[in-house]
């Protein structure tokens, strides 16, 4: 959530406006208050009143009123945000932004605010790629202007390549890390996530697996990132949206043994690990190079174990700090108490299938966090991001 928050979106005249309610609306769900500047041509692909409908509060953009002569004091503007998002930014207003030029309401408010920015550049393919573009996009970085890559895809001239505004989910993801990095407890601090099933290959179209989703570990990713953390995610198969913060990097992988390999090369450089995934045991031991094709009435197939990869962690980890996960189904306390000890896990998050709304793709998790004493701490039912914060909290004041 980002309660109280105050963000000022600036909008400027390309085709790419017109997502910015939906932008706007993000904000607004989570209880930030927004208000909009539009430069002079910007009105012609998003109108003031939608804007002004959307975030609840007028919409500016003149430097001041022709009738009635009142000033729109832009100080005031950038004195008063916690973050200035540009979105879209076209290349006319980037180049004036690296320029310094003040020939409208959003100019000004950029040269005048005190708050981090953010901006989105959108324009053509050969426009993007243009060499004095690319100077103006390294002037703003100089300027410490947070600024988000261009997306590739089909542009309004028909074209297709590299020059998309972001979508408004990854522009408010980016905006609210910048917002909580200010403030992040783990700062210089580097976590290792894990998440999601692993696909074990029977042949080329069939495997075992598991029903887990990944969506545990990627609100564990974020959260870890909101604090200020440098997080890298290895994600199993999933379809699971993740954030497009600048501080969470994403290794996919299929099989436990690529986990296991992406967890050995990163393992020495970390500093805490959280280990949600839910990796298969046994794979078979040979993998059909054709379909199985379907013949006797039962089909017996051998199998081998799989790594660990959560006690290879345990058992070569220096400083790290590890936190595995147990799904039980019975003697829960016990069995995850045995895990904590022979895994040399430092605590063990527990979840049981016997709970109303755990489990596999759920929304919500009820858990338990064992430490090494074997303190026991219970939280209720709740929305995985939640689950996810107490988790995180937990860490940080287990912490050595």
């Not at 909009?36 to 430097?63: D, G, M, Q, R, Y």
């Not at 290895?234 to 993740?242: D, Q, R, T």
Request: hydrophobic share 40%.
């Amino acid at each position: 959530m980002l309660e109280g928050k105050r963000i000022l979106i600036g909008i400027t005249g390309g085709i790419a406006a017109y997502k910015i309610p939906e932008l706007v609306r993000l904000f607004v769900k989570n209880q930030a208050e927004v208000r909009c500047i539009l430069t002079p041509s910007a009105s012609a692909f998003v109108t003031p009143l939608t804007l002004a409908t959307v975030s609840k509060n007028p919409v500016a953009s003149e430097l001041f009123d022709a009738k009635t002569g009142q000033w729109t004091n832009h100080v005031e503007l950038g004195l008063w945000a916690d973050i200035f998002i540009i979105a879209p930014l076209t290349a006319s207003s980037l180049s004036k932004m690296a320029l310094g030029h003040s020939d409208n309401l959003l100019l000004t408010t950029f040269l005048s605010a005190k708050c981090p920015v953010l901006v989105a550049p959108a324009m053509d393919l050969d426009m993007y790629a243009h060499t004095s573009t690319l100077e103006n996009i390294d002037k703003l970085k100089k300027m410490n202007v947070h600024v988000m890559d261009a997306k590739s895809g089909e542009l309004a001239s028909g074209l297709s390549g590299q020059g998309r505004m972001p979508e408004p989910q990854e522009i408010y993801d980016q905006a609210e890390a910048i917002l909580y990095s200010k403030t992040g407890r783990l700062k210089n601090k580097r976590v290792l996530i894990t998440a999601g099933p692993t696909y074990e290959a029977l042949d080329p179209v069939r495997f075992i697996g598991n029903h887990s989703t990944g969506k545990m570990g990627i609100a564990l990713a974020k959260q870890f990132a909101l604090e200020g953390a440098q997080v890298t995610l290895i994600l199993g198969p999933s379809k699971e949206n993740i954030p497009a913060y600048s501080n969470l990097s994403v290794t996919r992988v299929e099989s436990a043994e690529e986990m296991f390999c992406a967890v050995q090369a990163l393992w020495k450089q970390m500093d805490i690990g959280v280990f949600s995934a839910a990796v298969a045991d046994y794979k078979p031991t040979t993998k059909a190079e054709n379909k199985i094709k379907k013949s006797d009435a039962t089909l017996t197939m051998e199998l081998t174990k799989n790594p660990d990869i959560l006690a290879w962690s345990g058992a070569n980890k220096t400083e790290q700090y590890l936190v595995g996960f147990a799904l039980e189904t019975n003697n829960e306390i016990e069995h995850a108490q045995a895990k904590l000890a022979c895994k040399n896990l430092d605590a063990i998050v527990l979840n049981s299938l016997n709970n109303a709304g755990t489990g596999f793709g759920y929304d919500t998790n009820q858990i338990s966090v064992i430490n090494k004493a074997n303190k026991i701490t219970n939280f209720e039912l709740l929305k995985k991001s939640q689950v996810a914060k107490n988790i995180v909290n937990y860490v940080i004041q287990d912490l050595p």
